[in-house]
């Protein structure tokens, strides 16, 4: 999962609820410095949340862009039912696609991180009108690398036979192991990442575990979304496969680019350079496919 570094809102952001045609959705708001260049809407990966955005708000902010960032339906503070039915594919696509509707900027650039490139695709496929650009941010169309998908399984039936909370702190022994105790999370941000933990639907993580798992190559579904596709990701992505991305992104013709240094969530590690790449790709939507390498 992403780890935010700080919650302290970037300037000129507020945390509000954003009322669509399928529910309210809980969001932090930037607008943007000067002249609005366009509407981002940022979709958080598997037990993440929109907080996972924060450093990355600012920097888009001051670039000229409004950017949304949202808990998907049972994510951390947005309400979500139960039933297995209400987390299927096309079910958060079309929360996606109302998302965008309801901010009320016309067609928007849709970020996805990790699980929410996933979300992100569908929702370009389904509605390519509703988006100005679709960016897989470390993100595959193909199958997530086998030590994520083992973790996930095992975190699934986890939760089919212990409480959160006991799954709860086997996940932080785990992310803990190796680490040096300077890096331990400060008492604050702890709190918030338990907090989102138990906030979070067993049935939305159960329903993005089951995505997240799923064996079907999704590239050529890629490859006919009618919206100017970019993949972006750390060098030292460990989710999905660097190759397989790579490979994704050459038989597209997505635009590709790779941030040096940064692992699965360039987003918190490298908001700055980040933000040059996606308004770098945002402005020259038109232009051939390249690779870019962040410093």
């Known amino acids: 999962m992403s780890k935010p570094r700080s919650l302290l809102l970037p300037p000129r952001t507020r945390a509000r609820a954003l009322e669509t045609a399928r529910g309210r959705f809980a969001v932090l708001d930037?607008?943007?410095?000067?002249?609005?260049r366009g509407t981002v809407l940022l979709l958080p990966g598997y037990t993440g949340s929109k907080e996972d955005f924060l450093a990355l708000l600012g920097p888009l902010s001051e670039a000229g862009y409004r950017a949304v960032a949202v808990d998907?339906?049972?994510?951390?503070?947005?309400?979500?039912?139960?039933?297995?039915?209400a987390y299927r594919r096309r079910a958060l696509a079309l929360d996606a696609v109302a998302q965008a509707a309801a901010l009320g900027d016309g067609p928007v650039h849709l970020v996805g991180h990790s699980f929410g490139g996933l979300v992100a695709r569908a929702a370009a496929s389904l509605a390519p009108a509703a988006f100005r650009s679709l960016t897989l941010l470390s993100s595959g169309p193909g199958r997530v690398a086998r030590p994520q998908r083992i973790r996930i399984r095992v975190l699934r039936v986890s939760l089919m036979v212990l409480s959160k909370e006991r799954v709860w702190q086997a996940m932080c022994w785990l992310?803990?192991?190796?680490?040096?105790?300077?890096?331990?999370?400060?008492?604050?941000?702890?709190?918030?990442?338990?907090?989102?933990?138990?906030?979070t639907r067993i049935a939305q993580l159960a329903g993005a575990g089951r995505l997240l798992l799923d064996r079907q190559d999704g590239t050529e579904q890629l490859a006919a979304v009618r919206v100017p596709v970019h993949l972006a990701y750390g060098s030292d992505e460990m989710v999905w496969a660097t190759a397989d991305l790579a490979a994704a992104a050459a038989r597209t013709g997505a635009?590709?680019?790779?941030?040096?240094?940064?692992?699965?969530?360039?987003?918190?590690?490298?908001?700055?350079?980040?933000?040059?790449?996606?308004?770098?790709?945002?402005?020259?939507?038109?232009?051939?496919?390249?690779?870019?390498?962040?410093?």
């Not at 930037?30 to 609005?36: C, D, N, W």
């Not at 933000?275 to 690779?291: H, K, S």
């Open 72 to 85: 998907g339906r049972g994510q951390n503070e947005t309400p979500g039912p139960r039933g297995r039915a």
């Open 30 to 36: 930037a607008e943007p410095v000067g002249e609005r």
């Open 255 to 295: 635009h590709h680019t790779v941030v040096a240094g940064a692992g699965h969530s360039p987003n918190v590690s490298h908001p700055r350079e980040l933000t040059d790449r996606l308004t770098g790709f945002w402005q020259r939507t038109g232009a051939p496919a390249e690779v870019s390498t962040a410093p």
């Open 175 to 199: 992310d803990s192991r190796g680490e040096e105790p300077e890096t331990t999370d400060a008492p604050e941000l702890a709190d918030f990442l338990r907090r989102r933990w138990m906030r």
